[in-house]
């Protein structure tokens, strides 16, 4: 395994990059170039190994650049959601001590009005911002053929949100390791023995690269020598023809994706030849079976694969022609490990169908496993010993196939996007209308969920179609729009246990309980 740098070495004329359908193609001697020009600016601005630099940037050509920038002076990379709202913002850049912040000029508005804090290195990217040094000309004083004294690599910290409604940073331990050191290098390993990818596969890339799988996919197939077209954003058709039109090889997808390109008409699809495609892989949310059917069919059972795993870790693994004779599963642990079900006084559960709490083995090193950033009390939730959680309920299967029933944090997945119903909740009990609320995420034929809040409203106020408008423009003023709720119910009471816990599981069964999968 290697870095573009060393792969540059080599064959500077290969291709790393096709943006779109061939706006920009970036050799990789064109990244190794710019990647190691920003980081010598990153170097001499002050930034020293185990800094973060926080991304507010779309899917853009310039954001390999900064990544690999980062790769080479071991530093963190920490892509921000741009979908997120100031104060949201406003929290990654300071709780992830972000000493360099580059944003696209699209995003100035709520880039501009971020505290200063540490992030005193601030670059812009396609136009002015205010406070911002243009890419440019921030690295207009670093000669072309500038060196990068001990290039070290760096590391990914993302931001995954928890129950408790406030971003955390998934951040492991930053080694002091020479650039392209073998340990580095394990997750592109990882792409080659269990997907069977190589340097000569053609990747699509068709959705948001702050996304965990698609920046890990993409750079991982960097260090193979691999080509990765890259799309602005996700279109159906236009997913159809870059995989025509680019000989594309694999890809990733989420189930509405999925769903978007069964929405097409048959004719349509039937346009463009995807016999080249030899691996499409979906995770990130479950896939109703009839879309994965309907893919199977289309794509072939050799080339749908799924998984499951999480920014923290963890995995399990099944094809497509598994799948058919374990419906619904998500198949086995992908390195050949074990999956451990425990129950709620954490003991193993052996009996097969039986479900409880999913685990995986951490690194037998404590040093290599992760950290939540600045919450070390959530960090020891998710531990049980040498094993940690994703926050799933789920059995094992007689073949130790692996079948997910619930998630322990209620977590929505709509169009394969984390939405945490907490932070929510938290939001809407702040409004002098509400007097107690619930947020789950109901069926969407389009989305897989979608949210809805179901709200209890203070004494002597009126509900109906009025109110849900007020409060679903009150969630959108101050959180993410994605987040808001699309609908909102209106109840006297909510169910609870003699506790007090709320009972989400049976108030989702009100509104999956006739939901056909």
């Known amino acids: 395994m290697a870095t573009p740098a060393m792969i540059a070495a080599q064959e500077p004329g290969r291709l790393a990059i096709v943006f779109e359908d061939g706006e920009l193609r970036e050799t990789y001697g064109e990244l190794e170039a710019r990647s190691r020009r920003i980081a010598v600016a ?23 650049d900064i990544f690999w920038a980062c790769h080479r002076a071991g530093l963190y990379f920490t892509p921000v959601n741009w979908h997120l709202q100031q104060s949201e913002l406003d929290y990654i850049i300071e ?3 972000a000493s360099a912040f580059f944003a696209a000029h699209e995003f ?3 880039a501009s009005r971020v505290p200063l804090g540490r992030a005193l ?4 990217l396609g136009g002015a911002i205010d406070g911002f040094a243009p890419l440019e000309q921030w690295i207009e004083n670093v000669p072309e053929d500038a060196k990068l004294e001990e290039e070290l690599e760096g590391a990914v910290m993302l931001y995954s949100s928890g129950t408790t409604g406030r971003p955390k940073g998934v951040r492991r331990p930053l080694l002091r390791l020479p650039a392209g050191d073998p340990i580095a290098a394990l997750g592109s390993s990882a792409l080659v023995g269990m997907f069977g990818m190589s340097s000569e596969t053609i990747y699509l890339s068709p959705a948001p690269l702050y996304h965990a799988a698609p920046l890990t996919f993409a750079a991982g197939l960097m260090r193979l020598g691999a080509c990765v077209v890259i799309m602005r954003r996700f279109d159906p058709e236009r997913a159809l023809h870059l995989i025509q039109a680019q000989g594309v090889t694999a890809s990733q997808w989420v189930p509405t994706h999925f769903k978007r390109l069964l929405m097409l008409p048959a004719e349509v699809r039937a346009r463009y030849d995807v016999s080249r495609l030899e691996l499409a892989v979906h995770a990130a949310a479950p896939c109703p079976l009839a879309v994965k059917r309907d893919m199977i069919e289309w794509w072939g059972r050799d ?17 497509g022609s598994e799948w058919l004779d374990h419906v619904g599963s998500v198949g086995r642990h992908w390195t050949g490990g074990r999956i451990h079900i425990l129950d709620e006084r954490g003991e193993e559960i052996t009996q097969a169908g039986r479900e409880g709490a999913v685990y995986f083995e951490a690194p037998a090193n404590p040093e290599q496993r992760f950290r939540y950033y600045k919450d070390p009390e959530k960090t020891a939730g998710s531990y049980r010993g040498a094993l940690f959680t994703l ?17 322990q944090s209620n977590m929505i997945i709509s169009g394969g996007v984390n939405i945490y119903p907490q932070e929510i909740e938290n939001q809407l009990l702040t409004h002098s209308h509400v007097a107690d609320c619930a947020v789950i995420g109901v ?18 106020v009126v509900a109906g179609r009025e109110l849900e408008r007020l409060l679903i423009a009150y969630c959108r003023e101050h959180i993410a729009h994605y987040k808001a709720p699309r609908s909102v119910d209106f109840v006297s009471e909510l169910p609870r246990t003699e506790t007090g ?11 999956w309980s006739s939901v056909e999968t």
Not at 303 to 319: F, N, P, Q, S
Not at 391 to 407: F, N, P, V
């Open 42 to 64: 990153l170097r001499r601005a002050g930034l020293q190994h185990g800094d973060n630099v926080a991304v507010l940037v779309p899917n853009h050509p310039c954001f390999f």
């Open 95 to 97: 709780n992830s001590d």
């Open 108 to 110: 100035g508005e709520v």
């Open 121 to 124: 290195t601030r670059v812009s």
């Open 303 to 319: 080339v749908i694969v799924e998984y499951y795993a999480g920014t923290e870790g963890g995995g399990t693994l099944i094809r």
């Open 391 to 407: 926050g799933d309920i789920g059995y094992l299967d007689a073949g130790g196939y692996l079948y997910l029933t619930d998630r």
């Open 443 to 460: 069926p969407n034929d389009d989305m897989g969920e979608e949210v809805k809040a179901v709200v209890v409203p203070r004494a002597g």
């Open 501 to 511: 816990k709320m009972a989400k599981r049976l108030l989702r069964d009100r509104y």
